[in-house]
């Protein structure tokens, strides 16, 4: 698996497949990665001003990140996303000023509380490769990109507020449905996305406890929207998974049995696709802090995302294909 180990990323495998419809989730498994505080440690706090999010790590001992592209929207206020990951040092508040909001025409800041968290779609985080939008103090700067992604889908208005797709009550409920269907399994630290076979994503935590975590986020903001965008514009494929016949009167046993077999069958088809990846990392760190720095990766078809390395070591991925 050549982008895991360009990456230093070699001490993974991967798990049996989960599928519903058109997505299927093949798990990454591995052991503790560094020394960082707990997800649940890491708090949004406000907005400061529009394009501005303040964290804060309320771990005294251990230095903590914000996952790439993480977004926060609440009520009566703008809603923001992160445009890159970022680190934060031990016990202390952090703001990012290159982040961007995603409704076109609300003010309002954002605080503390009566919030949600989500990750931003597949296809929106793609818009990111262009460093100028990384780095952008301008909090209009995804506004057109989000026009775009909303056009077709009817939901009432044409300006760029994401909140049309995530508060319309019928995405709302699929993507909570999504979010129930693929459970982390034991030793899990990652994932590898694909739509209709195809891979879309690649995501690794520290550990096990960060990936129960923002799991729900990713499965329902970041790839379950960007699944049923596509369905609902028509631009997906069937599934291109197809379950064995189960033999009439077959014992739990030899069901399992069938289902390992096609999981293990499928990996093995999976396993070149991700080896045909071809990564490049950017040596210059994009954010620092303490013992952990923040760079990017891409590919050579659009891929963008992050690696935070902490001493050196790698200890989280996320990057959309």
């Not at 790439?68 to 952090?94: L, Y």
């Not at 954002?110 to 990750?119: F, I, K, R, T």
């Not at 995405?171 to 694909?194: D, M, N, W, Y």
């Amino acid at each position: 698996m050549s982008i895991f180990k360009k990456l230093k990323f070699d001490d993974v495998s991967l798990g049996s497949v989960q599928s519903v419809d058109e997505m299927t989730v093949v798990p990454v498994i591995g052991g503790r990665r560094g020394d960082l505080a707990e997800a649940s440690e890491i708090v949004f706090q406000r907005t400061t001003n529009y394009g501005t999010m303040v964290f804060r790590n309320e771990n005294p001992k251990k230095e903590g990140f914000v996952p790439t592209n993480i977004m926060v929207r609440g009520t009566g206020a703008q809603d923001h996303a992160m445009s890159t990951a970022g680190v934060i040092g031990k016990g202390t508040s952090k703001s990012f000023e290159n982040a961007c909001c995603i409704e076109e025409s609300q003010g309002g800041l954002l605080g503390s509380e009566n919030n949600v968290q989500d990750v931003l779609p597949v296809n929106l985080r793609r818009e990111f490769v262009d460093s100028r939008l990384r780095s952008e103090h301008d909090y209009s700067k995804l506004w057109g990109k989000i026009r775009n992604w909303l056009r077709g889908l009817k939901l009432g208005g044409t300006s760029a507020h994401l909140r049309f797709f995530y508060d319309n009550q019928t995405f709302k409920t699929s993507l909570e449905e999504f979010a129930a269907e693929f459970e982390p399994v034991e030793g899990q630290i990652g994932a590898i996305i694909l739509f209709s076979g195809i891979p879309v994503g690649i995501e690794i935590m520290p550990s096990p406890e960060h990936w129960d975590h923002y799991w729900k986020l990713l499965i329902r903001g970041c790839y379950g929207a960007e699944l049923l965008r596509r369905k609902q514009l028509g631009e997906i494929t069937s599934s291109a998974l197809v379950l064995p016949d189960i033999p009439e009167g077959a014992s739990a046993e030899e069901v399992k049995t069938l289902l390992n077999d096609l999981s293990q069958h499928l990996v093995q088809q999976i396993i070149p696709m991700v080896e045909n990846i071809k990564v490049s990392e950017q040596t210059r760190s994009i954010d620092n802090d303490g013992s952990l720095r923040t760079t990017v990766v891409t590919t050579t078809d659009g891929g963008i995302g992050n690696v935070i390395r902490q001493s050196n070591e790698p200890v989280y991925l996320s990057i959309v294909l």
